[in-house]
């Protein structure tokens, strides 16, 4: 989500004359779009804002903007914390920011724009065309979460669930179809509690999917992030209905423990997302699922953590992400007691190695094989191009004759554990 607000936050910039630089050096105005997610997240702006000042030592200082989900968590105390900071603008704020840098020009006035004004924000963007020209594209779709995991600050970052109008979204997704995207990627940090009403008329993330899919120059639909309460019948059914929806789900469990679920504040259990990836498989046979998960919850014991593992070698999860749990804080779980760090660290090496091999052998699986990929660009200054396959595995390969936008048939010749290496051999086949 950060990488679609950061090119919006480029198109409103773009309206009042700032264009992007690749030579750090010679910037006027320096945005670091941030995210909370990630352990250490605000010290790591810090350390950045330090080296910009040390770059900027013998020139002209740039304004400094530091805008995201860290922007959102520590607001104003930036700014005392570190001069150098011009402006704090949160993830729902960002709207704002030509408007504050234009007052900032004429009266060198600190701000701090840190409220919640998503329905604001999204009214101003559906103004501003989306730039991106990329094959394949981001499109927010929700934003916010009410689930309130007790680990996470998401709830309190980017606010309630907000779902943007239907119409908004679909004409935004026909702006990047024009642009030249052949893929569309929906996203909200809910992106399957999306539910949006209109004159009586409710649409939901199915509805969105539905209308996507009749696109005729539009080639692939993925969407996420996902919770599984939220995968409903009419969302599952759109595996069936839907040949462009992408058979690969994002699908997060955290853990495969009763117990740690409940403490996480999950509001689902073990087999309620068994029977969620059942239903999935029924509808879909060659569907995959991704996870994340988050080793030594407070209170992971070896049986929770076994839990985990057995659900991990039932699923066969592919191209998962998995942590040691790092509290939050201001989230219930900061205050909870840790666990064993050198107990979770042997934890996380277990599962990291056996989600590996899930994922060695699923790419080996592709080798001498034809794969479908969407062709993305050509490397630069090399004979190589970058495309996906249907389930986001990168695919290098040699082709002298493909152009980015095209779904082609590449024979896979290795792999390693993230990629696969083929060639093309011209042999097209037509959009899902
Ligand atoms: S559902 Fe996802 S975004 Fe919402 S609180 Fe839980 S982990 Fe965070």
Redesign the pocket.
């Known amino acids: 989500m950060n990488e679609y607000d950061s090119d919006r936050i480029y198109d409103l910039m773009s309206g009042i004359g700032f264009n992007k630089t690749d030579i750090k050096k010679e910037a006027d105005c320096f945005v670091l779009n941030t995210c909370h997610i990630r352990e250490k997240a605000t010290e790591k702006v810090y350390h950045e804002i330090g080296r910009v000042k040390k770059n900027f030592r013998n020139s002209k200082k740039p304004i400094v903007i530091i805008s995201g989900c860290v922007a959102q968590a520590e607001s104003e105390e930036m700014i005392k914390r570190e001069p150098y900071i011009d402006m704090v603008i949160g993830p729902q704020s960002y709207h704002q920011i030509t408007d504050l840098i234009l007052q900032y020009q004429r009266k060198k006035q600190k701000f701090n724009a840190t409220e919640f004004d998503v329905v604001k924000k999204f009214d101003k963007l559906e103004k501003i065309s989306n730039s991106q020209n990329k094959i394949s594209s981001y499109l927010t779709i929700q934003e916010g ?1 009410d ?3 007790h680990f ?1 600050v ?2 309190y970052t980017r606010g309630p669930e907000y779902s943007r109008p239907f119409k908004q979204i679909i004409e935004e997704a026909h702006n990047l179809i024009s642009n030249g995207s052949k893929e569309i990627i929906l996203l909200g ?2 992106v399957n509690a999306y539910n949006f009403s209109s004159n009586n008329k409710q649409y939901k993330l199915s509805s969105l999917i539905n209308e996507l899919n009749r696109i005729d120059n539009l080639k692939r639909i993925r969407f996420t ?1 996902s ?1 599984p309460k939220d995968m409903t019948e009419d969302l599952i059914a759109c595996y069936d209905n839907c040949e462009k929806l992408m058979p690969f789900l994002h699908l ?1 469990v955290q853990s495969g423990s009763n117990q740690i679920l409940a403490s996480m504040n999950r509001k689902h259990d073990r087999d309620y997302y068994l029977s969620v990836v059942k239903k999935l498989k029924v509808i879909r046979k060659n569907i995959k699922i991704s996870s994340d998960f988050i080793v030594g919850y407070p209170g992971e014991t070896e049986k929770d953590f076994n839990d985990t593992i057995n659900l991990i070698e039932e699923i066969g999860f592919v191209n998962s992400y998995s942590f040691i749990f790092s509290p939050r804080p201001g989230t219930p779980a900061a205050i909870k007691k840790t666990n064993s760090l050198i107990e979770s660290k042997k934890r996380l090496k277990k599962m990291q190695s056996i989600l590996e091999n899930i994922q060695i052998e699923y790419n080996k699986s592709y080798l001498n094989q034809y794969c479908e990929v969407l062709v993305e660009n050509k490397l630069t200054n090399q004979e190589k191009y970058f495309g996906r396959t249907k389930y986001m595995i990168p695919v290098i390969f040699d082709a002298n004759n493909c152009k980015p936008g095209e779904l082609i048939k590449v024979k896979i010749t290795s792999f390693n554990r993230n990629n696969l290496f083929g060639s093309y051999n011209s042999y097209k086949i037509k959009a899902a």
């Open positions: 979460c689930k309130f995991c996470c998401v709830p940090q809910n992030t919770h997060p």
